[in-house]
C-alpha cells in the first residue's frame, strides 16, 4: 500500500510540475523571465502579465472566438454521433459492416495528412478564413471516434427497454430519447468531452483555414507572442493557464454525470416515457 502511494505520488508531482513552472513565469516581473529559481512564487510576484494579456491584446477575442467554435463542434459532435451510433448499433442495412469499417480505417491516418483535400474542398466551398470551415473539420475528424463510441455503448443497453416502452405507446424516437439517450449520459459526457478538446487546443487546422487575427482561436492567438528573435514567456505562461480553466471547469461539471448517469433505475425511463404519451 505505502509502495502505491508513493508512485502516484511520484507521478502526481511529475504532472504537475510543469503547471508549477507556468505559474512562475505567468507571476514572474519582467526582468526576471529567465531566471533559474525554482520557488512556486517568485519574488517580487506581479499580474501585471494577466493584465496586460486582458487589457492589452486580444486575448479576449480569440477566446470568444475559440468558445464559439468548440460549443458548435460539441453540439454538432454529439447530436450527429448519437443518432448516427443509435443507427449502427439498433439496425440492420446493407452497408453496416462496411461504414463502420470505413469509420475504423479513418482513424488510422493522421489529421495532417488529411489537410491538402480537407484545404482544396474548403476553398471549393468559400469557406477559407471562416468559423464555419474550421467547424466543419474538426466535426469530421472528431465523429469517427465519438460514433464507434457511443455505438459500443448502446450496444450494451438491452432492447427489451425499448421493446417495453413500445408496448406502452412510445414510438421509436420517443423511447430513443427517454429512454436510450438518458442511460448513455457517460458515454454522451465523453463525446462531448472529446469533442470539445478537438477544438480547444487544435492548432494545425487553425493555422491553415484562419488568416485574419481578428478571428484567430486562442492556440494561433498565443503562437503571436512567440517569434524568432524573442519570446513574451510572461505574456505565454499567463494565456496557456488562463487557457486551460475553462477545460478543467468543463471536466468538473460534466465529470458528475459520469456517476449519475446511470444512477436512475431502467424501469423508471419506462415509466416516463409510458407517461409521455
Given amino acids: 500500500m505505502a509502495l ?12 504537475l510540475y510543469p503547471i508549477s513552472r507556468l505559474v512562475t513565469i ?8 529567465l531566471s533559474s529559481s525554482l520557488a512556486l512564487i517568485p519574488r517580487g510576484a506581479t499580474l501585471a502579465n494577466f493584465r496586460i494579456l486582458i487589457f492589452e491584446t486580444p486575448f ?16 454538432t459532435g454529439v447530436a450527429l454521433a448519437s443518432t448516427a451510433g443509435y443507427a449502427l448499433s439498433r439496425f440492420r442495412f446493407l452497408s453496416r459492416s462496411s461504414t463502420l469499417n470505413g469509420l475504423l480505417v479513418t482513424q488510422m491516418f493522421p489529421a495532417t495528412m488529411l489537410l491538402l483535400p480537407l484545404y482544396l474542398i474548403l476553398i471549393k466551398l468559400s469557406l477559407i478564413n471562416s468559423y464555419l470551415g474550421v467547424i466543419i473539420i474538426y466535426t469530421a475528424t472528431a465523429l469517427p471516434f465519438c460514433i ?10 438491452p432492447l427489451s427497454l425499448e421493446e417495453a416502452a413500445g408496448i406502452d405507446g412510445c414510438t421509436r424516437w420517443q423511447a430513443f430519447r427517454l429512454i436510450v439517450l438518458p442511460l448513455s ?22 493555422a491553415l483555414v484562419l488568416q ?31 487557457v486551460s480553466i475553462p477545460v478543467v471547469l468543463l471536466f468538473l461539471v460534466l465529470s458528475r454525470y459520469l456517476i449519475s448517469g446511470l444512477s436512475p433505475g431502467a424501469v423508471k425511463k419506462v415509466e416516463a416515457a409510458a407517461l409521455s404519451r
Fill in 60 to 75: 479576449l477575442r480569440w477566446l470568444g472566438n475559440s468558445a464559439l467554435i468548440a460549443l458548435a463542434v460539441t453540439i
Fill in 148 to 157: 464507434w463510441q457511443l455505438k459500443g455503448y448502446y450496444d450494451t443497453i
Fill in 4 to 15: 502505491s502511494y508513493l508512485a502516484l505520488f511520484v507521478f502526481t508531482a511529475f504532472a
Fill in 212 to 242: 485574419d487575427v481578428e478571428i484567430f482561436t486562442l492556440p494561433l492567438g498565443l503562437k503571436m507572442f512567440q517569434s524568432n528573435m524573442s519570446t513574451q514567456w510572461g505574456l505565454y505562461a499567463a494565456g496557456a493557464l488562463l
Fill in 185 to 206: 449520459a457517460p458515454a454522451l459526457v465523453i463525446t462531448a468531452l472529446f469533442s470539445f478538446m478537438t477544438a480547444w487546443n487544435e492548432y494545425v487546422v487553425a
Fill in 26 to 33: 505567468a507571476l514572474r516581473p519582467g526582468d526576471q523571465l
